[in-house]
């Protein structure tokens, strides 16, 4: 008989360094912001409310200013993330957090960023993680039932992607661009018969989806050094580099998923998680497709460990780049 369950009440690491203690905000002081006011303030006051007056062509130009900027600062990367799943995720967190001089894109196909994260399994709402993915939910600060020597469970789902979104998306050498999918990768020889990775070609999803009723809809490129794929295992876009790398003959074959087995599974793709071929590096369940890792079904600790190790391999690679290339041609 198991232990009883004991709630996890202070979900502060001392580890955490500052970089990670990302303050909350309630007001961001922008140039021409003047106002203080709160909702306290707000509420009760409904028939004299008002919002401030705007023009349209404001909105318009509000965001397509930044999304161009964006599009125009990380047009040079130095990695790349496809996919915005709980590997991924956690892979931008751990870089951006160890790595803040890195420019870092996240690729994501779908609108809403989180994979397959935001629900347990089978529509459930708890999520499971094996220890020692524990740590990882407190480096992040999400707070947890723990079940004794093996597992914790998370409350809902949804409260972990939501909170590592959230710590994602606020480190300021992140961009993620959603609704945006991989279509290529971006190669060079490498010197040796084979090839290296240099970057990734994207279109808008939407646009990727209507290739074969459309023409003239060429892509965009990012060039970066290191990329890391976690698209997760075969499916309308997962899978994608992993098969790519068949299609132009960088891989002989992929190995396949096989069925699920938690305890061989969840080990192996930690284990797994590495650069497939020169700037590449491979984690989550897009490995499954490569080595023929098992399935895991509905537990996630291997996904944010993953991502942890993707992040220390692809920070590894980058500086041998860096010294391989020199400063003036990196």
């Not at 912001?33 to 130009?61: D, H, L, M, N, Y």
């Not at 996919?83 to 994501?108: H, V």
């Not at 524990?134 to 809902?156: M, Q, S, T």
């Not at 499916?235 to 074959?253: D, E, T």
Request: glycine letters at 10%.
């Amino acid at each position: 008989m198991s232990p009883p369950a004991m709630m996890f009440q202070e979900p502060v690491s001392p580890t955490i360094s500052k970089a990670a203690n990302l303050p909350h905000v309630t007001a961001v002081p922008v140039k021409g912001q003047t106002s203080t006011r709160t909702i306290e303030e707000i509420a009760g006051k409904w028939e004299s409310f008002s919002f401030e007056p705007i023009r349209e062509s404001q909105v318009s130009r509000a965001m397509t200013r930044r999304y161009f900027a964006d599009l125009d600062k990380y047009a040079e990367s130095d990695i790349v993330i496809i996919g915005a799943g709980s590997c991924g995720l956690s892979a931008a967190y751990c870089l951006a957090k160890a790595r803040p001089e890195l420019k870092i894109a996240i690729i994501e196909a779908g609108v809403a960023p989180g994979g397959g994260a935001w629900l347990g399994g089978q529509l459930f709402s708890a999520m499971v993680m094996r220890k020692p993915a524990d740590a990882f939910l407190r480096e992040i600060g999400v707070p947890y039932e723990d079940d004794g020597d093996h597992f914790v469970v998370v409350k809902h789902a949804a409260l972990f992607t939501s909170t590592l979104l959230s710590k994602v998306l606020q480190f300021p050498n992140v961009k993620l661009f959603n609704a945006t999918t991989v279509e290529d990768l971006i190669t060079r020889p490498d010197g040796n018969g084979g090839i290296k990775i240099a970057g990734v070609v994207t279109n808008w999803t939407l646009v990727s989806m209507h290739h074969d009723d459309q023409s003239c809809m060429d892509p965009n490129t990012i060039n970066a050094p290191v990329i890391i794929s976690t698209t997760g295992h075969d499916g309308p876009f997962g899978a994608f580099c992993a098969k790519r790398l068949v299609s132009m003959g960088a891989l002989q074959s992929l190995g396949g998923m096989r069925g699920l087995d938690m305890n061989l599974a969840e080990d192996a793709i930690v284990k797994g998680s590495r650069e497939v071929v020169p700037g590449l590096v491979f984690g989550g369940m897009e490995l499954s497709e490569i080595d023929g890792a098992n399935r895991m079904g509905p537990t996630f600790g291997a996904m944010a460990l993953s991502g942890v190790k993707c992040a220390e391999v692809a920070s590894d690679i980058f500086e041998q780049r860096k010294k391989d290339c020199g400063p003036e041609s990196f």
